[in-house]
């Protein structure tokens, strides 16, 4: 149980481009997602918190106009990154959180390339 | 703000001996976790450490956690190349507004050699 995907695992796109990250929690209800950014050889950043049926809750620093969330349903929160540059090639990471326990189940990942 | 720092941030190692690696936390937290994370991969879950003074183990890994000190421990016995990966540390803390979130330590690169 508590599995979550991540679509696609890996997109590479031009810069100026949007690119849309689903995260789903296949086998429970959550109601809180969250997304991290992973640069290589650095540490998990959160990002934002998710939470289903209302606006998400952005980190210091991180634009909420540049990355859109959307969490319409308590399995499937969106990230899209709008006019994505260079910079903002990473390994994008989501987690969902159970109703039981608290614990947050993680996502396989998504591997930004932004040419 | 809470910092989470870890130790050693390298840490290269021969097959067979033992090794610890520290997870200092700054503030009173609910719960922590240990994670480990292959290359290219996304975070494997290992262990969650839920009171003062709980020890968990499996395999050749050992964690235990310490809130009096804020310090918890990931204990690596005769090691094997299989455990070379970067382990993390994270800590839980309860936001009013906002729930709960987690707070990374810095990561730990374990290599194996044989």
């Known amino acids: 149980g508590a599995v979550v995907s991540q679509h696609p695992s890996w997109v590479i796109c031009k810069s100026g481009t949007s690119v849309k990250i689903e995260c789903r929690s296949l086998?429970?209800?959550?109601?809180?997602m969250f997304w991290y950014r992973q640069f290589p050889k650095q540490s998990l950043m959160l990002m934002a918190t998710s939470n289903e049926g209302s606006k998400a809750t952005y980190e210091q620093g991180v634009e909420k106009d540049k990355f859109l969330i959307n969490h319409a349903s308590l399995t499937l929160s969106t990230l899209t990154v709008t006019s994505a540059h260079p910079e903002d090639s990473s390994f994008y990471i989501c987690?969902?959180?159970?109703?039981?326990?608290?614990?947050?189940?993680f996502g396989p990942g998504t591997r930004l390339t932004v040419l | 703000e809470l910092k989470v720092e870890q130790n050693p941030l390298f840490l290269s190692m021969q097959e067979g001996k033992n090794y610890t690696i520290y997870c200092n936390y700054s503030t009173t937290s609910d719960r922590l976790y240990w994670y480990r994370q292959d290359p290219g991969k996304s975070l494997e879950s290992l262990f969650v450490?839920?009171?003062?003074?709980a020890v968990k183990q499996e395999g050749r890994l050992m964690a235990s956690l310490d809130t009096k000190a804020r310090l918890s421990t990931l204990h690596i016995t005769a090691a094997v190349h299989d455990l070379s990966a970067t382990y993390f540390c994270?800590?839980?803390?309860?936001?009013?507004?906002?729930?709960?979130?987690?707070?990374f330590g810095e990561g730990t690169q374990l290599t194996v050699n044989p």
């Open positions: 987690s969902a959180r159970g109703e039981v326990d608290n614990e947050q189940f």
């Open positions: 086998d429970f209800q959550a109601t809180t």
């Open positions: 994270a800590v839980d803390i309860r936001r009013e507004t906002s729930g709960s979130r987690l707070t």
């Open positions: 450490l839920l009171s003062n003074g």
